[in-house]
């Protein structure tokens, strides 16, 4: 499976202990990966739509996660996106962090709120990462999976207008560590966080792929 990833990334891949999420954080992932499966079973298009209330750190964490992992276990037909209540910036500790672990990113514009190209393999379509709102023209008006992120998105979208699921997976935010110590720690911990959860949910659908 390493062509599907650069072997940085893999070799991450194959470090994350999915046996460390909790029941409590399974039961949590339960709903997407049934609707998922359920996709799978129509044979139709799975659009995932990652939210958070700026859409700057953990919204863009999970998106990039689960594209690649889509990529990783050959899940086909899979899309990823990320949206804010309200637009800034992805913050640059991300983009920093999943450098260093070793996707490969290239700002494609300036200003405050940059357009970055993010790639995790050489065959497989870069992820255009920057803030935008949900419901921006960007990502899916229908069809798709709304997947809260953090708890205060959650709470201030009562109605994600189009989905045909709304699921809860809420991270703590690693923006408590900025301008600490601990800052860098907290990011890359939070990034691998998300990256086994999202390996927990792509490598229980590989079954469904291989009947």
Wanted: net charge neutral.
């Amino acid at each position: 499976m390493n062509d599907k990833v650069y072997n940085d990334i893999a070799n991450i891949i194959k470090s994350l202990d999915v046996s460390l999420v909790s029941e409590t954080r399974q039961n949590t992932l339960q709903p997407l990966i049934e609707y998922i499966k359920d996709k799978i079973a129509s044979k139709t298009s799975i659009r995932l739509n990652f939210i958070c209330t700026h859409n700057s750190r953990r919204s863009h964490l999970s998106q990039i996660w689960a594209q690649t992992m889509a990529a990783y276990f050959n899940i086909g037909n899979v899309s990823c996106y990320s949206g804010g209540t309200e637009a800034t910036a992805m913050f640059p500790k991300v983009e920093e962090t999943l450098r260093n672990q070793g996707f490969q990113n290239q700002k494609l514009s300036e200003g405050d709120n940059p357009v970055y190209s993010v790639k995790f393999s050489d065959n497989q379509p870069s992820i255009i990462a920057f803030s935008k709102e949900f419901s921006a023209s960007f990502n899916p008006s229908s069809d798709f999976a709304a997947i809260m992120t953090c708890s205060s998105a959650d709470e201030a979208c009562p109605m994600v207008l189009g989905c045909d699921a709304r699921i809860a997976v809420t991270y703590e935010d690693p923006k408590k560590s900025d301008g600490t110590p601990q800052q860098t720690e907290t990011y890359i911990n939070r990034s691998l966080q998300i990256a086994t959860e999202m390996k927990f949910v792509f490598s229980k659908l590989q079954s469904i792929i291989k009947r």
